[in-house]
T-cell receptor
Framework: NAGVTQTPKFQVLKTGQSMTLQCAQD?????MSWYRQDPGMGLRLIHY???????DQGEVPNGYNVSRSTTEDFPLRLLSAAPSQTSVYFC?????????????FGPGTRLTVL | AQSVTQLDSQVPVFEEAPVELRCNYS??????LFWYVQYPNQGLQLLLK??????LVKGINGFEAEFNKSQTSFHLRKPSVHISDTAEYFC???????????FGTGTRLTIIP
């Protein structure tokens, strides 16, 4: 199993550009989520999904869109990038709600918005 | 409100000395507790977790943590640290009835040779 994969690993955008961060998992996990990591702030939840066709907002959803058309994929879209979105983005997945709650993380995408 | 607090942003420790990284949470419901480690320029890896049962939990790389319900704490300990333990450590809490995982702000552990 590849686990959780993320592409790209690095990305530089100009203010106002759009892009999609890709996330895929091959563990048949129902629950998937996106976090951003900023110095001194830990990981903050952007959006999450409990299954195909179901998404919800996390702590910092503004400026980001998500959709979940398949169990495997959970892309994160930035419609109009802003410098405040410069961060490291992590995707994670887990089995849903069986008490385990252990999340498996991807390697991250480092995004810089100029 | 439900939250998790890591009291120390940075902890320097001499090699082979013991270390304790502190984590406290606030919740009115049952919790699941986790410690994750992030090595430089890498993703997060699970160190250990508490779901139920014994309050002393052992994890990978010689780490352990103790769940203290009365003090709402889940401190991480290691009796003797090594250079390879240099990393950032995150406490995370999942509250019963809530799908989300809430992270603390992290503690950067620096090992001094």
């Amino acid at each position: 199993n590849a686990g959780v994969t993320q592409t790209p690993k690095f990305q530089v955008l100009k203010t106002g550009q759009s892009m999609t961060l890709q996330c895929a998992q091959d563990m048949n996990h129902e629950y998937m989520s996106w976090y951003r990591q900023d110095p001194g702030m830990g990981l903050r939840l952007i959006h999450y999904s409990v299954g195909a066709g179901i998404t919800d907002q996390g702590e910092v959803p503004n400026g980001y869109n998500v959709s979940r058309s398949t169990t495997e994929d959970f892309p994160l879209r930035l419609l109009s990038a802003a410098p405040s979105q410069t961060s490291v983005y992590f995707c994670a997945s887990r089995i849903r709600d069986r008490g385990e709650r252990e999340q498996f993380f991807g390697p991250g995408t480092r995004l810089t918005v100029l | 409100a439900q939250s998790v607090t890591q009291l120390d942003s940075q902890v320097p420790v001499f090699e082979e000395a013991p270390v304790e990284l502190r984590c406290n949470y606030s919740s009115s419901v049952s919790v699941y507790l986790f410690w994750y480690v992030q090595y430089p320029n890498q993703g997060l890896q699970l160190l250990l977790k508490y779901l139920s049962g014994s309050t002393l939990v052992k994890g990978i790389n010689g780490f352990e943590a103790e769940f203290n319900k009365s003090q709402t704490s889940f401190h991480l300990r290691k009796p003797s640290v090594h250079i390879s333990d240099t990393a950032e450590y995150f406490c995370a809490v999942s509250f019963f009835g809530n799908e989300k995982l809430t992270f603390g702000t992290g503690t950067r552990l620096t090992i001094i040779p």
